[in-house]
């Protein structure tokens, strides 16, 4: 696997002072976040935090009311959106795959109508991403007859099959048994060594600590720290990053 | 897999049911002779009521023109026909022996064939339809037919709605009563009595204004006649001679009395403005009483003494000779003075929903006219109310203020009214306007509007299937890159659409039958559905049997489609990888086209 780093064009991405209402209720005020080129960057915070939101400004699921959205040191808000989403790969707290398609369907339902693949090679590069998170064998079933890690797994080969430049996930373990968590983590870190850009929001903090260069904390709306896993879990600056984590650890 | 094999045996046991009866049809022997819409000749006749030769005929005659120009005259290019030198003629399929349909689909009964010599003696073409009386004159009067034929007494408030011909026939009232009635006559009607009349009848008018009472209304002579049989009104005041054709010997009813009615005569109903063509059909009528076509079809189909002083035509037409009816009537009333004892109520029953030889009557014009016509209507509407009505939904469920709302108003408007009030109001109301695109057929319109008021249906549950789809399905196709079309088309409305698939089958069984209210419209033989071939051979024959034989051609229609979308329904849930079509665009249409089978 010498070929990963030249396999994948890495690029940053980047939010910067993100304004976005609901009405009269601020849900992101003023946010800049940066993931480097090739980083794995986890998000953390409180439910209600605006972990969620943002993740979905980042590739303009919403628009933002104020702010900039940066793929690659290039703004990309003026930009077609649909075209945006097809290089920024997104997986869900509960999967959202089509259940009235097969595994196989769902893969390449995007391929096929986007790149406008032929039916077989839409197949083969399906194929080829449903092997990658071990799914292969399971192309013919519906989604219905998966369990939650399976769908997960094959909910990650969905986005992985348009070819994206950076992932984001939203608490993609959240709505799993536990003894199915661990896999799907050791998914996610597999993409991040092999170069992905990756945006994960998470309430695994062993895998934050774990397998992210940068920790993001936000709260009401904004970062409050950012800084090396070490430093947030060790050397927590703020009186409210300091509250959150001796709740959840 | 067992709740399956249970509903395929009570499928199959319904098959094998209606297999037997068919069956049991082809052994019956022929047809007793009930068969009402046919001449019933010069034995048939009936003498003038003795309280009528001596009851004192309404009003002097004021109308009936002195005489009328020779047929040579009439220029028939100049007669404002509705389709040029075909005469287009309103009538009824229910009212035997004036105007009915046989069993063989034809228009007859002796309005209907005194027209048809009166027009080849004017050398014009003559196209009948079927309609409710109570629309007739309407539309005579917008046009929509040349000419009224049903024994349409011409009394001076009909006059001004529509011109009259000069009289071919006469009427009086009889009033039917249930056999043992208190009723001895009319003198004895009073309020608080059910009185049955037909709406839009002249024994209507003259329950309301004559006798000052509020009548029981009812669609056409063979339902009023059957309620007065099962007591479920006290009387009927009835046209004479469709009284007496209905009366069957052993029948749980009798005539109480005899009375003149409103008016002078019975004749054509024209439009109030085209005098040409008053005057061409007055000269054809004075010319088939001079040749003895008029005293012919009279005898054989109506013959019965005139009251003292009338006579058909024009004031100078020749007076025709009749046979001595009352004589007659006298020697054939002795030959069969034995009445048959009343039926017994089984008899009764099984007359009435189990004559064989009326199903097997029935059968062949309910498979080749009804169920045709009926899968005609119920397909081409339902194909409008889904094209429609996915439209409303996608509309409906629009951020766009400008598509959402008339979406909702055409949605609770069309939900909002009587299906038969739709269907009359399109089908009546914009006849005239798109006549000239529908050649006033009024079949399309009949499909329109069954079509229009089912989409605000299907658009409510395309809408409500559409919405039950989780947001996050949407929200994954878009993070895709998928635009929001594609998204909608490919993941979405998919979904959407399974889940409401009981409930679209259960519209398409409702607009199955639904499709009987185009009756209303006014049809031809050849474009009766599967009721009105019932509701005909019931009127001809008085037994409901031939109804029960269309109710059994609906179930035969609805039962396995309920069967087939819970199988259907089954399969998308559970999924059979490999035997779906690889293209989704291509399983939306499957799936629609299994809606309609």
Known sequence: MTDRTAKLQSVSLAGKDIHLSFGRNAVLRGVDIEVPAGSTVALIGPSGSGKSTLLRILNRLHEPDRGDILLDGQSVLKDDPNRLRQRIGMVFQHFNLFPHRSVLDNVMLAPRRLKRLSADAARQLALAQLDRVGMKHKADSRPAALSGGQQQRVAIARALAMGPQVMLFDEATSALDPELVKGILALIADLGADGMTMLVVTHEMGFAKSTSDTVVFMDHGQVVETGPPDQIFEAAETERLQRFLSQVL | ?597
């Open chain 2, 1 to 597: 897999m067992n709740v399956f094999a249970g509903k395929l045996f009570a499928l199959v046991a319904t098959m094998l049911l209606i297999c037997s009866l068919a069956s049991l049809t082809l052994a019956a022997p022929i047809a007793a002779d009930t068969n009402q819409c046919r001449p019933s000749g010069k034995d048939g006749a009936i003498a003038l009521p003795r309280q009528l030769a001596t009851a004192n005929r309404p009003r002097e005659d004021k109308y009936t023109t002195a005489d009328v120009e020779p047929l040579s005259s009439v220029d028939i290019g100049a007669l404002g026909l509705h389709t040029p030198k075909t005469l287009t003629v309103g009538t009824l399929s229910q009212a035997p022996p004036t105007s009915c349909l046989s069993s063989n689909g034809h228009y007859t009964g002796y309005d209907n064939e005194l027209l048809r010599a009166i027009t080849a003696k004017l050398g014009l073409q003559v196209a009948f339809v079927g309609t409710d009386f109570s629309g007739l004159l309407a539309q005579v009067a917008s046009r929509r037919f040349d000419v009224g034929s049903a024994s349409i007494m011409a009394t001076e408030a009909r006059r001004r709605t529509v011109g009259f011909t000069n009289g071919y026939d006469f009427g009086y009232l009889s009033l039917v009563v249930p056999s043992g009635s208190q009723i001895g006559g009319f003198d004895d009607l009073a309020a608080g009595q059910r009185i049955g009349v037909v709406q839009g009848t002249v024994e209507e008018a003259y329950v309301v204004d004559t006798l000052h009472l509020q009548p029981v209304k009812f669609p056409d002579f063979t339902t009023v006649y059957t309620s007065v049989k099962t007591h479920q009104i006290d009387a009927w005041v009835a046209p004479a001679m469709e009284a007496t054709n209905a009366m069957r010997p052993g029948d749980t009813a009798e005539i109480a009395g005899y009375t003149f009615g409103l008016g002078n005569y019975v004749a054509y109903a024209v439009a109030k403005d085209n005098q040409p063509l008053l005057a061409a059909l007055n000269s054809g009528l004075d010319a088939v009483i001079a040749d003895g076509t008029w005293a012919q079809l009279y005898t054989d189909w109506v013959p019965r003494t005139p009251p003292p002083g009338w006579k058909p035509g024009s004031k100078s037409a020749l007076t025709p000779h009749l046979p001595d009816f009352a004589a007659i009537a006298e020697r054939h009333r002795r030959a069969v003075d034995e009445v048959p004892p009343p039926k017994s109520v089984l008899a009764q029953l099984r007359d009435s929903f189990f004559d064989w030889s009326l199903y097997k009557q029935a059968i062949p014009v309910l498979l080749k006219t009804g169920l045709p016509n009926t899968l005609i209507l119920t397909v081409s509407s339902s194909v409008i109310g889904l094209a429609i009505g996915m439209v409303l939904a996608v509309a409906g469920i629009s951020r766009a203020r400008w598509l959402r709302w008339p979406a909702r108003v055409y949605t609770d408007i069309f939900r909002g009214l009587p299906e038969v009030v739709i269907i009359l109001l399109i089908g009546l109301g914009m006849g005239p306007l798109v006549g000239g695109l529908t050649n006033n057929n009024p079949y399309p319109l009949g499909i329109a509007a069954l079509g229009l008021t089912a989409a605000a249906y299907v658009g409510e549950i395309f809408r409500s299937g559409i919405q039950s789809v989780e947001s996050g399905q949407l929200e994954a196709s878009r993070a895709l890159g998928l635009s929001y079309r594609a998204s909608m088309g490919l993941v979405v409305i998919p979904q959407g659409i399974r889940r409401v698939l009981p409930a679209l089958v259960n519209q398409f069984i409702a607009l199955l039958k639904g499709s009987a209210l185009v009756y209303f419209l006014g049809l031809i033989a050849g474009q009766r559905e599967l009721f009105q071939v019932g509701r005909d051979f019931n009127a001809q024959t008085g037994s409901l049997s031939p109804l029960v034989a269309a109710g059994i051609f609906y179930l035969i229609l609805t039962i396995p489609l309920t069967h087939l979308v819970n199988f259907v329904d089954n399969r998308l849930r559970h999924g059979r990888a490999g035997a779906e079509p690889e293209d989704p665009l291509d399983r939306i249409a499957s799936t629609t086209s299994q809606e309609m089978t």
